[in-house]
């Protein structure tokens, strides 16, 4: 195991104390039972329709191993498998069990260096960190992660799969990603019971996204610009984005001025990408 020095939990002092803090602050929320991590890693998918062309270099990451039950269950399937957990004392426990083609690391997975290859990632993420994990995954681009199964709040999985319309997060994502719903897992089934039940998010890059990974900032610096207006459609917006030829803008990119921003689908954002690029270049 490399144990790097990990970072204690914040205001940590005694030991049974900081346990405690480890519990909260690192969103400690174990399966309770094997079957359910089971039913949770099984949604990994293990074809080589995952990475075409170099299935063998392609390496399942577990993001948050904790107690182990899902590493074991996943170690099961006999492929190379890297158990992240930042905490020493649970990464310690885990790897004293040497799983076989497992690789336990003590390490904070936001600010751990991956292998160049591709990867599928899987985790019963921490509530707190959630967020930061997920955008840390999808910022290593569709070619490197082929497949992402991330267990999160109920609600938090309602708003990446579109229970409540479109918002700045997967205006930003969606040209490169799908966001599924997968199997859903009451609260009830982990220890100590969490604030709320948990989803599945099932995330899938896309074979051709529609704008080339290379331009996911200027994309990404474009929506955030739409969204920071605060305008409910696209035609005030463009207003406030473009002193003069937003008309135009939006005309060209073939887009009702009417229409609300929350509501626009991912050939209508790429079109207001290329059309304001246009415009920008003028
Ligand atoms: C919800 S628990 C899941 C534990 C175990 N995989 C399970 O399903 O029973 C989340 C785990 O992620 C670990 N964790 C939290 N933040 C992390 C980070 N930034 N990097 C790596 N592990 C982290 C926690 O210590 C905890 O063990």
């Known amino acids: 195991m490399k144990s790097k020095s990990p970072r204690p939990p914040r205001s940590a002092s005694a030991p049974a ?5 480890a519990r909260r602050e690192w969103g400690q929320n174990f399966f309770r039972a094997a079957a359910a991590a089971c039913r949770f890693s099984a949604q990994l998918d293990s074809s080589d329709a995952i990475a075409p062309g170099s299935p063998n270099d392609l390496l399942t990451v577990e993001i948050g191993a904790g107690s182990g039950r899902v590493t074991k269950a996943l ?8 158990a992240v957990e930042i905490d020493t004392q649970w990464a310690r426990r885990l790897a004293a069990e040497s799983l ?16 160049g ?7 019963n993420l921490p509530f707190v960190s959630g967020t930061k994990i997920l955008r840390r995954c999808l910022e290593l681009g569709p070619d490197r992660m082929r497949q992402g199964v991330f267990l999160l709040q109920r609600e938090y999985v309602g708003k990446r799969t579109g229970a409540w319309g479109g918002n ?4 930003q994502w969606e040209p490169w990603y799908a966001f599924e719903k997968g199997l859903a ?5 982990f220890n100590p019971v969490p604030r709320a039940d948990t989803q ?13 990974w290379r331009e996911r900032t200027a994309y990404q610096r474009f929506t955030q610009q739409v969204f920071d207006t605060g ?52």
């Open 17 to 21: 104390a900081s346990r405690c803090v």
């Open 75 to 82: 170690a099961s399937t006999g492929s190379p498998l890297l």
């Open 100 to 115: 076989p083609d497992v690789t336990v690391v003590n390490e904070d997975f936001l600010t751990l260096q991956l292998p």
């Open 117 to 123: 290859q591709p990867v599928r990632l899987i985790g």
């Open 168 to 171: 700045l997060f997967n205006a």
């Open 185 to 189: 897992f009451s609260r009830q089934e």
């Open 200 to 212: 599945t998010l099932m995330v899938t890059p896309h074979r051709k996204p529609p704008v080339p």
């Open 231 to 282: 305008q409910m459609t696209i035609g005030e917006a463009a207003r406030k984005v473009l002193r003069r030829g937003h008309a135009q803008f939006v005309r060209g990119a073939g887009v009702r001025p009417a229409d609300r921003v929350k509501d626009l689908t991912v050939p209508e954002w790429t079109a207001l990408f290329r059309a304001h690029q246009r415009t920008a270049d003028c």
